[in-house]
């Protein structure tokens, strides 16, 4: 880079400004439990206030309340992301609670392993409606939010290795995720001049409750053939861990604008 361009920079901030959230609020879809849960706790650790939703108003209360036990600004919040107007009411109560949104996670999600032939309309519109259309509408109200406060944010939503290639059984949420792709792709080319960054992370298989159920429709002889295709296009011959992801949605949960 030359000379002219650099100084067309300001220094980036330091690696500890990085780790702070101080005085940013995070709303989080599906935060009771698995890849959600450890995404609160990384950012609430890194001092954000964060509204966690869930469908499951139990572990999602338990969950902040263990924050909570630690010293951290966790709400609970039940919510079903696919219900019509959700979006904008968990961001409303969001905004009520602390005040602004600057970082919104959507995670929440569902892959009921379902053979192709098997699969019927109710299950296919779930699925979209979980994890295609909530994310939509979710992003686009914490944009709306984002952009009346002025000063950017950041949107993260989960997708999956299945947006890239498929596993097998799960034809409607390969189709989701990819969708989540290419919507993560096209919000980021909107929302950019507004200073809102838009991310995916597309996780490989983790371990989590819904993991663990997720193949409960399958014989024992299809829940095999997944776990060998997983294991076996792993290069460290393992599922992941939760908080693998998490770090990977904290480093990328900060916008800095070059001045
Ligand atoms: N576990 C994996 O191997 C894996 C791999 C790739 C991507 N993902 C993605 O990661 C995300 C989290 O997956 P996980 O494995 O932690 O799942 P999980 O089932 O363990 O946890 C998901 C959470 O979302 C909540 N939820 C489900 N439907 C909801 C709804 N309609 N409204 C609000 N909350 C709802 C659940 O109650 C639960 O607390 C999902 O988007 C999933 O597709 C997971």
Redesign the pocket.
Same mark, same amino acid.
Do not use: C, E, M, R
């Given at each position: 880079m030359s000379e002219t361009k650099h100084t067309q920079f300001s220094a980036p901030p330091p690696l500890a400004a990085l780790l702070n959230l101080h005085g940013k609020t995070a709303l989080v +879809?599906?935060?009771?439990?698995?890849?959600?849960?450890a995404i609160v706790d990384r950012l609430a650790e890194a001092g954000a206030r964060v509204m966690l +939703?869930?469908?499951?108003a139990t572990?999602?209360a338990v969950w902040a309340d263990h924050q909570r036990a630690l010293g951290r600004d966790v709400t609970a919040m039940q919510?079903?992301?696919?219900t019509k107007g959700e979006a904008t009411r968990v961001v409303a109560a969001t905004v009520a609670q602390y005040g602004g949104l600057d970082i919104l996670v959507n995670?929440?999600?569902?892959?009921p392993f379902s053979p192709m032939l098997d699969t019927d309309e109710a299950l296919w519109d779930r699925v979209m409606?979980?994890?295609e259309r909530?994310t939509f509408f979710h992003a686009q109200a914490a944009a709306r939010q984002m952009s009346a406060q002025g000063h950017g944010g950041v949107i993260v939503n989960?997708?999956?290795?299945?947006a890239l290639h498929p596993t097998g059984n799960l034809v409607h949420?390969d189709t989701s995720?990819g969708g989540v792709g290419m919507m993560t792709r096209s919000m980021a080319l909107e929302l950019g001049h507004l200073a809102i960054r838009v991310n995916a992370v597309?996780?490989?298989?983790?371990? +989590?409750?819904?993991?663990a159920?997720?193949m409960t429709g399958l014989s024992a002889e299809q829940m095999a053939a997944v776990g060998t295709a997983f294991n076996a296009r792993v290069p460290l011959g393992r599922?992941?861990h939760?908080d693998e992801?998490a770090r990977v949605v904290l480093s990328s949960r900060r916008t800095w604008r070059p001045t």
């Open positions: +879809t599906g935060g009771a439990q698995g890849i959600g849960a +939703t869930d469908l499951d572990h999602a919510s079903d992301v696919s995670n929440a999600g569902i892959f409606a979980v994890n909530a989960v997708s999956s290795i299945d949420y995720k597309a996780p490989g298989s983790v371990q +989590t409750p819904g993991a159920s997720a599922a992941g939760v992801i």
